[in-house]
């Protein structure tokens, strides 16, 4: 048995995942994570196919995790179980194209011009709505022309043994599929930063970690990818390099999800897990010294800091926050919502879509109430959603930690 | 006085008797039956839910395993939304006799108990939550019985058919003319009021109270009271029947009955039909023998346990032996032939996977007494129901799955998925407030949460039903039964659903001091 089903036994049916669950507050059609996860779990025969499709309203936040008092795994059970359904049903062509960020990102990339203007014209999005299913109010990020790969080529390493320079200030960077196909400046500025701070940055072979397909349910892609990448970082990390992103959702597979959800063993994925780190986690944990004396530069700006579920399912608190706090000027509000809505591709889907948007209604309020400059988020599928429904800038915690710190993208 | 008249009167409303009465009725015989408490509250009601396949008697018990064997398959004929075909294993562990598993699947061939034997791998591809460490393995035709559904589908037929079923009536007084019985005196427990019903044949299935009614008559039953406890663990760990392969013993089954494993079963020789009380040594070895077939029982949730206690047959002369060891047999007495009494037979013992065969060998011998002609029909004859397959695990589930938001089910019982429309239909039915009948019939309130959620959700209703009666109305019986069966085993998981439990209805509700429940 996974680990995770395990815990529907420790379920006292007190329904605080319930209450918390940002989904349940906002559409009847999701009878709650308690209702798919330990209840449901307690119906479904290996034997026999999975009697509920309901649990696929879940969009995996993980909120329910975090506040159950006594240690059910509720979001673990109901990914799996979304694995399952998706195992035994047809999955539509919508999920799996967008369960393939770094496959889009490979073929748009060499003609971005081209597809950038293309797929964000309107009648595209309405034919990609008609055809498929992908809502046209969904925000959808453009490809770059150059990845981050190519732009360093001289940082690529495929095993640690190529690497000549002293490996005790080094990290390896898992930039994930955003910063290489959509978002190269944010690589440039983390690898720029931990520069700056005296370490080498090395950039190991690497795929997307399997996130966007583990939650449109699809296991078996998804345990290939995390057994790719699982073969090419297990060196680096026993070597004692640390593993360092800057997407939250890619750092907690690594950490997490490879173990728990995908259910994959043995002492590399283990070494990996306790060798990853989130970028500000890293900084707080390695540099804090160094950060204290960085002097860094006034920026007058009014912003709003969100941490992502994802970030908060790390259980480290919100490391950025210690760093941006740091920043002379900057006025810092927090974020009174849970969730934004975003859910990764969750929004993305026709039918999920006014769930989504109303689930990060209340964001969408406290942002316009407070007349900001910009909104600060680490992930990068939540930034592109706020921005797209507030209309203001959305930056990751890192580019105002560079523009602080005079380095330009 | 009323008095009424009937042709057969059945005294227990246990699978036996409500197969005598429905086996009557397909005879053309008028009968009333009635029953002390309510459906099943006796050993029927307490039972581990196994439909056996026979292979548990093969070597202790030949006749009850050939009984076993073929019922089984009449059964799954005429009331298959009862039963769950899990199928059944019977596993020899090393510690188990070595030559034991050649024995018994020597004697399941010769005895026409169908059991093949499989390879370990293969058996641990079924269950893969099996200890490895078994050494064979064979599949027998066992399944699960919800005994609870089993009794609601033979009253429905029964009253369909004309008979009428009483409950809360019970038997006091026996009246005889001669050496004849001819009337029972019957006290209506809800009213306290007296009747009497005449009847010309009288049909003792009282089970563990056999004893206790034939000597309304002063007849003395050779019975003995074998207590088994039974502890059901909060999810199912396997899907399949699990024995073990060894000589008769104590815990030596799994069964995945409903949404739970139910482990049994423990066999201490008790004095009174009531005494139910489990003690602690019976959940500690239950549980223990449970780990060695599925290790991971230890880390998994025992939810209740429960006793119930079986009426066997233990002859007057010869010796005195253990319960465990009596024969699991049916016994049927005709007391015209032994006690020189006409008109009464007592049936006791057997088991529930035979209670057809027990009702038409009693029925046969009530009309050769009778001098009526009439054959039984129940084995050949479908009882009516709702679906004619059998009962599968993720039925309830796939029944709230809804598209839209307007036709949303109110699930008032989260655990069993009860919804508010099924109880108010019980409720309607049965004309009761008890929210213990309901859970028999619905399963309100079997779940993890023993009853914590749902309780108070169902009182409101029953309440909105019958405003007049206090709210209280069956809540605190309802939740001291539920209670009952948690305290055995009031540790870890258990323990911190009571905890959380007391405070929701002692501290927040206040229900003790709710006025007292009304008749």
Sequence with gaps: MNLPLFTTD??????????????????????????????????????????????????GCGICSRVCPHGVAVAEINILAKGRLTKERHTPLRDQLIAHPEL??????????????????????????KTIGISRHAPIPTFTRIPLRKRFRDRCFDTPLDIKHDIDHTVAFFHGCSSNYYEPELGEQTIAILERLGYEVVIPPQICCGLPLQSNGLFDAARRHAQANITWLAPFAKQGIPIVGTSTSCTLMLKHDYRTILGIRGEDVETIATSTYDFFEFLTIFVKNEINRIKFNSLHARALYHPPCKLRNHGIGAPALSILRQIPELQLHLSESECCGAGGTYGMKLEKFPVAYEVGQGLFNQISQLELDFVICDSETCRWWIAKHTGLPVYHPLEIMARAMDIQP | MPVLSTQLLVIGGGSTGLGVAWDACLRGLKVVLVEQGDLGQGTSGRYHGLLHSGGRYVISDPTSACDCAVENRVLRQIVPHTIEDTGGLFLATPTDPIDFPDRWFAACQELGVSAEEITTAEALRLEPALNPRISRVFRVQDGSLDSFDLLHTLTAEIKRAGGQVWLRHRVEKLILNGNTIVAAEIRALDTDELLTIGADFFVNATGPWAGQVASLADIKV???????????????????VINRCRPSSDGDIIVPVGTVAVLGTTDVEVQQPTDTTIEPWEVDFLLAQGEILVPQLAYQRPLRAWAGVRPLYRPTTGELGETRELPRSQIILDHADRDGLQGLI??????????????????????KQMNIAAVCHTAETPLTMTSRSFYKLPDRLAKL???????????????????????????????????????????????????????????????????????????????????????????????????????????????????????
């Design chain 1, 10 to 59: 420790l379920c006292l049916k007190c329904n605080i995942c319930t209450a918390a669950c940002p989904v349940a507050a906002v559409t009847d059609l999701f009878p709650g994570p308690k209702f798919v996860g330990p209840q449901a779990e307690r119906y479904r025969h290996p034997r026999l196919s999975m009697p509920d499709v309901s649990v696929d309203w879940c969009s």
């Design chain 1, 104 to 129: 889009l990102g490979r073929i748009a990339s060499p003609i971005a011009p081209v597809a950038n203007t293309s797929i964000h014209l309107r009648p595209a999005r309405w034919l990609l709505e």
């Design chain 2, 222 to 240: 050779p019975i003995a009271l074998g207590k088994g406890s039974m502890v059901a663990m909060a999810t199912r760990p396997i899907h399949t």
């Design chain 2, 346 to 367: 007592s049936v006791f013992s057997g088991k529930l996977t035979i209670f057809r065969l027990m009702a038409e060998q009693v029925m046969d011998l009530v009309c």
């Design chain 2, 401 to 519: 799955e809804v598209t839209t938001s307007h036709d949303l089910p109110q699930v008032v019982c989260e655990c069993e998925l009860v919804t508010r429309l099924a109880i108010e239909e019980a409720l309607r039915f049965a004309s009761t407030l008890d929210l213990d009948e309901v859970r028999r019939e619905l399963r309100l309130g079997m779940g993890p949460c023993q009853a914590g959620f749902c309780a108070f959700r169902a009182a409101g209703i029953a309440h909105e039903l019958a405003p007049t009666a206090p709210a209280s109305g069956g809540l605190t019986p309802f939740l001291e039964e539920r209670w009952r069966g948690m305290v055995p085993l009031g540790w870890g998981h258990t323990l911190r659903q009571m905890e959380l439990t007391r405070r929701i209805y002692l501290e927040l509700l206040q229900t003790h001091s709710l006025p007292e429940p009304t008749k």
